[in-house]
């Protein structure tokens, strides 16, 4: 595991899963909140790899410029935005538009019966 991602499983898991993942959690939820594209949420989990990738390095003498690790990095990253986007898109839509749809699961809402 640490060929792919160029640090220790502690340091990954602690960097780049709890801490960055806070992060970017974070960062899923300012982008729903705000009504933009999912795809924004591209950019900047590539920036928030790239700071993993330098946290990993600065405190913990992980290898900056593993190119497996930040890619690896960043896909862990962008699943958590993604995931957290989608919650709260969903939450979104289904607060705001109570007549129109109805919740399927966390991660969809499909319209109601009756309304077109």
């Known amino acids: 595991m640490e060929a792919i991602t160029g640090t220790s499983i502690g340091v990954t898991i602690g960097i780049t899963i709890i801490l960055m993942g806070f992060c970017a959690l974070m960062t899923g939820q300012a982008v729903a909140n705000t009504w933009r594209p999912a795809g924004q949420l591209v950019p900047y989990s590539i920036l928030l790899g790239a700071t ?7 405190l913990f003498g992980g290898e ?3 190119l497996s690790g930040f890619i690896f990095d960043t896909v862990i990253l962008f699943a958590i935005a993604m995931v957290s986007f989608r919650i709260v898109r969903v939450n979104k839509m289904l607060t705001q538009y109570p007549w129109l749809y109805e919740r399927v699961g966390p991660f ?3 319209s109601r019966e009756g309304v077109e």
């Open 52 to 58: 993993s990738r330098f946290l990993g390095f600065a």
């Open 108 to 110: 969809a809402y499909r």
């Open 64 to 66: 900056l410029l593993s």
